[in-house]
């Protein structure tokens, strides 16, 4: 025990809060403080989702107008999900779906699934000497359908600024499953405007439709937000293993960088949406492309998870000072 301090807190810890008032009226958050610098906001009622990402006090990640939204609010059909597409730093999509709504073998898939609103059932956290641990169980299950299980831990490191977010997800059901996950990572401002640096080592860059291909050439370069401005997606195909991706804003001489198995999780989208206030962008790991999950399976790009088989992924998050 440090003698100096009457509370651990003082240096590091994380500390449950619940909201009042709005559409995320009673939603629970952890607030999770390494003591360098780095702090997040993990939502239990959503996922285990990171709502906010700080570094030295500075906003990282995206929060859309829609703000802290309850999941009793959620819209499952079609893309009502962006009514309550808070974004922050991470959104998980998935599992049944990721991307375009769509009919895939006779079932109705809405945008993006509907992991993100789901409640966890279990949400507890741990610290220990060298890190803070937040645990979570969420169910995507249905009578005479799925049932996915996504066990979740983020490990914040207190001996550096960085932490890891590792998914266990179980087919606890009777039959093969789709399943799909997308890692969407909101990047904002002020790390995000028309100086920052955005370094994607891929070795194939594929501009997702026609309006994207336009700009093909300008896929790393950011600019001021853009009335009527329409998104563009680029998917990202890495050499080897090695999935990575920074941004760096040299104004605050910061940033971050995602690192991840790209053999896992081969689907890399960055999602550039330069608009007034819808002004973000996504570096999105997962193991499909937004497309809809019937352009998926005919693609044979689409997974799946036998009775009782489990699937492991890993994203490692690093805050830099350097570039």
Not at 80 to 89: D, E, K, R, Y
Not at 277 to 284: A, S
């Amino acid at each position: 025990m440090n003698p100096y301090i009457g509370h651990e807190s003082q240096l590091s810890g994380i500390e449950e809060h619940r909201l009042v008032g709005g559409r995320g009226d009673g939603m629970r958050l952890y607030e999770v403080n390494n003591g360098l610098g780095l702090m997040l906001t993990i939502s239990p009622d959503r996922n285990g989702d990171i709502t906010r990402l700080r570094f030295r006090g500075i906003n990282l990640s995206y929060l859309s107008c829609c703000g802290y939204v309850a999941p009793a609010y959620y819209d499952s059909i079609g893309s009502n999900w962006l009514n309550s597409f808070t974004a922050g730093f991470l959104t998980t999509c998935g599992l049944a779906a990721v991307g375009s709504p769509c009919t895939d073998e006779g079932e109705e898939l809405p945008l993006h699934g509907s992991i993100a609103n789901l409640p966890c059932e279990q949400a507890w956290w741990t610290q220990e000497k060298d890190a803070l641990y937040v645990h979570t169980v969420t169910r995507d299950e249905t009578i005479f359908g799925r049932k996915l299980t996504l066990k979740r831990t983020i490990q914040v490191s207190t001996e550096e600024n960085a932490f890891e977010i590792h998914d266990v997800i179980a087919n606890t059901g009777d039959r093969v499953e789709p399943m799909e996950i997308l890692y969407h990572m909101n990047m904002g401002y002020p790390l995000l405007d028309e100086d920052s640096v955005i370094t994607i080592p891929s070795a194939e860059v594929l501009p997702r439709d026609g309006h994207a291909a336009e700009d093909l050439a300008n896929w790393m370069h950011m600019q001021p937000p853009t009335a009527g401005y329409q998104e563009r997606c680029y998917y990202h195909r890495f050499p080897d293993e090695n999935g990575y991706a920074s941004i760096f804003q040299p104004k605050l001489g910061m940033g971050l960088s995602i690192a991840f198995d790209a053999r896992d999780l081969d689907g890399f989208v960055e999602w550039k949406m330069m608009g007034v206030r819808d002004y973000v962008l996504g570096l999105e790991c997962g193991n499909c492309y937004p497309d809809g999950r019937d352009v998926m399976r005919r693609t044979g790009m689409l997974k799946f998870l036998k009775p009782g088989e489990e699937k492991h992924y890993r994203v490692r998050v690093e805050l830099r000072e350097d570039a």
